[in-house]
Structures are given as C-alpha cells and as structure tokens.
C-alpha cells in the first residue's frame, strides 16, 4: 500500500513539475491592480495625465468609458455637449452629457491613450457607494485585454492572453466556462445559459451593477411575475441618469450554467426605469460575481467563473508554493503558486 502510494504520489509530482515548466514557458503577461469593494462596486485606482490617483469604476456594462463632469473641469478636458444619443442607464431623468477625450490614463503599469469617454454628473453614484466616484472605465478600455476580477483576492489582471488551458475543459461545479455575445451593436457582454424560475432569458454581465440580478420590465412580464412583483418590497436604484423605484422580489431558483441558486432575493425593474430598450431581459452584478474568480476573456468572447482553490488532497510539500494533484479541482493536473505572502487584508463593507 505504501508503494503504490509513493508511485501515485511520483506521478503526481512529475505531472505538475511538467506542468509548471509548459506554463513557465507560456506565461502571459499580467498586470495586477488591487481594487476596493465599496458597496458592491469595483473600483481601482486611475492616474489621468499623470494627476490622480482617482477612483474609477470598472464597468463590463459600459460601452463607453466616462469622467465625472467636475473632474473632467478640473482636468482642463475639452467638453463638447452631445444629445440625442440612446442611453442605457438606470434612471429617469435627463443628465447633461459631453464628449470628450482622456489623453492618457494609468491603471497599475497599464496605459492607454486618447480614449473616448462621456463626461456627466457622478455625485449621485458617489453618494450611493459612499466615496467619490471619478469615472468609469468601460468597453472600450477593457476590449483589449483578458480581465480577470479575482472578488476573493480583491484584485483585478490583465493578461496579454488567456491564462487557461488551450484545451476545452468541461464545466463543473468549480469552474465554467461560458460564451457571450453582443446584440444590437452595443458591446455589453450578454449570456443566454441562464434559467430564471425554470424559463431561459439572456443577461448581461455588467460588473458596473452592484446587485445579484435586476429583472427589466419587459422580462417580468413575460415571466408572468407581475401580480408577484406588486407584493415586493420597494428599493431605489442610483444610475447615470439619477434614481429609480424598482422592487425587491424573491425567485423561487436561479441557474446560471452549472450554478443553481435557492431563493435568490432580486431587483425587479420598473417600466421606464432607464432598461426598457435593452437588449436583454436580466442584468447580473456583483453580489452574484462576489464569490467567483471572473474572468472575461474579450477575444474569444468568452467568461469564466471560478471557485476559490480548496484544500488540496495531497498536503506533502505544503510549504513549498506547489500546489498539485487535487482530485476535486476543475481541470488536472493543476499548478499554482502560493500568493498568501502578498494577500491583502479583506476590508468591511456594507
């Protein structure tokens, strides 16, 4: 028994020593930038010709990048008013909007040049996370890039290249893999593997929203959920065009690829609350993306979400950084290096 351990455990130990040296071989480039989680909303810091650091939002549900009118002021940025433009935003009200262009911008040791953004009025986002809220950072920043939001570490990566095996993996309850596309022009990541109370609806995966999932108006009523709905609780919502009065409803079950969940408590979405002209009938957030490793992988269209590693099977060697041979894992064999030494401390939120 001994024996045959000790050949398991050689095994096991060649495998991962030949599989950290293909992925030495193969590394992409990464960035790593840490970000706060004020209220559910991700957010890094963003050096803007060369003045900041300012704290901006990094939003997977904006095509366009955006500054805050006053800092756009404040930054010398040329404004020029701009209207007429169909917006997808929650609100109702009307904010004034500018073009406008962000010389260079600095997010860690990653730079980006002469990228258009839209200037308006964030104190109403500032006041619902609770510190001041610069910008956004959006599409057409992150298009270039395999970004990856580790939620447990509080960082955020941008790779060069994908950082997952070549090879398709099945999905498990560890880790899935899933396709999105973009409808209608807009460059908002959309998936369609997703069962509200049983029934299919596609959803955005917007990391720019801070709730588990927002049902629109439209959704609602082809669920048949509207005699339900009247029987909620009431919530605002804080967005770029001011505030709406949606519900606070419980489903009966959610499933999203091979992730089911229970009774989930969501926001049903009133008509005329900023969504009714979207492209997509549910709108995921943070606090479903909070317990996942997700990474949006912009050129293959595709996002993956990721379960924290667990305890491993085999502890041998346990100080040493390897971490190998774990049968419970979503893909084997499976290297890692050990990055407790550079965690940073989870801070309290809301």
């Known amino acids: 028994m001994k024996r045959k351990f000790f050949y398991v455990f050689v095994a096991c130990l060649l495998a991962s020593l030949s599989s950290l040296l293909a992925y030495s071989q193969n590394k992409p480039e990464v960035v790593e930038v840490p970000f706060t989680f004020e209220r559910s909303s991700v957010i890094v810091p963003v ?13 997977t549900g904006a095509e366009q990048s955006a500054v805050d009118l006053n800092t756009a002021r ?9 209207g007429g433009g169909k917006v997808v935003a929650t609100g109702k009200k009307e904010n004034s909007l500018f073009l406008t262009k962000l010389p260079q911008i600095e997010v ?8 258009l953004a839209v200037a308006t009025d ?7 996370v609770g510190v001041p809220v610069n910008g956004v950072l959006g599409y057409n920043f992150l298009k270039d890039h395999v970004v990856q939001f580790d939620y447990p570490k509080r960082v955020v990566r941008f790779y060069s290249f994908s950082p997952f095996p070549v090879a398709k993996q099945p999905n498990t309850a560890g880790r899935m893999v ?4 973009f409808y209608r022009g807009d460059k908002f990541p959309v998936i369609d593997d997703v069962y509200v109370n049983g029934k299919k609806i596609k959803a955005e995966l917007d990391t720019g929203h801070s709730g588990l999932l927002a049902l629109t108006a439209a959704a609602i009523k082809r ?21 709406s009065v949606n519900r606070k409803c419980r489903l009966k079950t959610l499933t999203v690829g091979t992730v089911k ?51 491993n099977f085999f502890r041998v060697f346990e100080g040493s950084g390897l971490r190998f041979c774990d049968s419970r894992s979503s893909w084997f064999p499976r290297v890692s290096i ?10 309290s939120f809301d």
């Open 261 to 311: 969940v229970d009774s989930p408590t969501v926001s049903f979405r009133a008509p005329n609350s900023g969504l009714d002209e979207a492209p997509f009938e549910g709108l995921f957030g943070n606090d479903f993306f909070k317990d996942f490793v997700v990474t949006f992988d912009y050129r293959s269209m595709t996002v993956a979400f990721e379960k924290p590693e667990r305890e």
């Open 223 to 243: 669920l048949g959920l509207e005699a339900e709905a009247e029987g909620c609780e009431p919530e605002t919502s804080e967005g770029a065009l001011g505030t």
């Open 338 to 347: 050990r990055e407790s030494q550079h965690r940073r401390p989870d801070p």
């Open 108 to 115: 860690g040791s990653l730079t980006a040049k002469d990228l």
């Open 178 to 181: 899933l396709p999105f596309r």
């Open 47 to 59: 050096k803007v010709n060369g003045k900041g650091p300012y704290n901006m939002l990094l939003d």
């Open 74 to 82: 404040e930054l010398g940025l040329k404004l020029t008013p701009i």
């Open 122 to 128: 964030f104190s109403r986002i500032s006041q619902r």
